[in-house]
C-alpha cells in the first residue's frame, strides 16, 4: 500500500500571498488531520477531516483552513502567510485497527514564508 | 486543557546503555503514541497503547503505560547509534477523534 503523500514537498512564499498544500490519505483511510511542526511550538494540531466534514478543529486563525474530497484527499490552504507560518506541515491519515487506531504521517510540506 | 510533559528533552548515551524516557499527561486518555522522527524526516509510528498496564515491545525499545499515573515509559535497552533520533509521545484527545497533543520530544544521542 502505498503510504500518505503531501505536495508539494518545499515551498517559498513572500509574506501576504496564500498558500495551498495537499494531502492525499493511504488507500481506505477516511480521516486526515494536519500538523505544524516548528522549533518553538514542536507539533500542534490544526484540524481533522472524516468524510468530508471538519471534525476537530486546534488553536490556530481563521487564515488556516482545509477542507476534504470525496476520494478522502484533503487540503489545507494558508490565506495572508506571516513569518511565523514558517514551519514543517504535516498530514496523518488514520485507521482503526484491532491494536488501537494508528496515525501514518506524510512526509511533509517545509514552508517558508520570507 | 490536555498537556503532554516528556522528559528528558536531551539524552546523550554511551552505545550499549539503558535509558528511559518519560512522558506525562495530565487529563485522562485512551490512547497514547510513541514517535520517532530522524532529522528533516517525517514521524514514524512505533506504538500504540490502549490500557492501563499496557507494554509493548519492538527490538530494544519497549514501551509502558500507566493510566491511573497518567504515565507512559520508553525504555531503551542496549543503545545502539542506530537508535539516534527524536523521540515524541502523544495522547489522544479524547472525544475529539484523532487530535493528539504532543510531547516536546527528546533528542536521543547514541555516542559509539
Known amino acids: 500500500k502505498a503510504g500518505v503523500t503531501q505536495t508539494p514537498r518545499y515551498l517559498i512564499k513572500t509574506r501576504g500571498q496564500q498558500v495551498t498544500l495537499s494531502c492525499s490519505p493511504i488507500?481506505?483511510?477516511?480521516?486526515v488531520s494536519w500538523y505544524q511542526q516548528t522549533p518553538g511550538q514542536g507539533l500542534q494540531f490544526l484540524f481533522e477531516y472524516f468524510s468530508e466534514t471538519q471534525r476537530n478543529k486546534g488553536n490556530f486563525p481563521g487564515r488556516f483552513s482545509g477542507r476534504q474530497f470525496s476520494n478522502s484527499r484533503s487540503e489545507m490552504n494558508v490565506s495572508t502567510l506571516e513569518l511565523g507560518d514558517s514551519a514543517l506541515y504535516l498530514c496523518?491519515?488514520?485507521?482503526?485497527?484491532?491494536?488501537?487506531?494508528?496515525?501514518?504521517f506524510g512526509p511533509g510540506t517545509r514552508l517558508t514564508v520570507t | 486543557e490536555l498537556k503532554v510533559e516528556q522528559n528528558p528533552l536531551f539524552l546523550s548515551m554511551q552505545e550499549g546503555k539503558n535509558y528511559t524516557i518519560y512522558c506525562n499527561y495530565s487529563?485522562?486518555?485512551?490512547?497514547l503514541y510513541w514517535y520517532r522522527q530522524d532529522p528533516g524526516k517525517s514521524l514514524e509510528s512505533l506504538f500504540v497503547l490502549l490500557s492501563n498496564g499496557a507494554v509493548k515491545q519492538e527490538g530494544r525499545l519497549m514501551a509502558s503505560l500507566d493510566t491511573k499515573a497518567r504515565l507512559s515509559t520508553l525504555h531503551i535497552t542496549a543503545a545502539v547509534h542506530d537508535l539516534s533520533a527524536t523521540y515524541f509521545c502523544a495522547v489522544a484527545v479524547m472525544e475529539y477523534g484523532n487530535k493528539l497533543v504532543f510531547g516536546a520530544g527528546t533528542i536521543l544521542r547514541v555516542k559509539s
Open positions: 496523518a491519515s488514520s485507521q482503526r485497527t484491532s491494536g488501537g487506531t494508528v496515525q501514518y
Open positions: 487529563t485522562t486518555s485512551d490512547r
Open positions: 488507500s481506505g483511510h477516511r480521516s
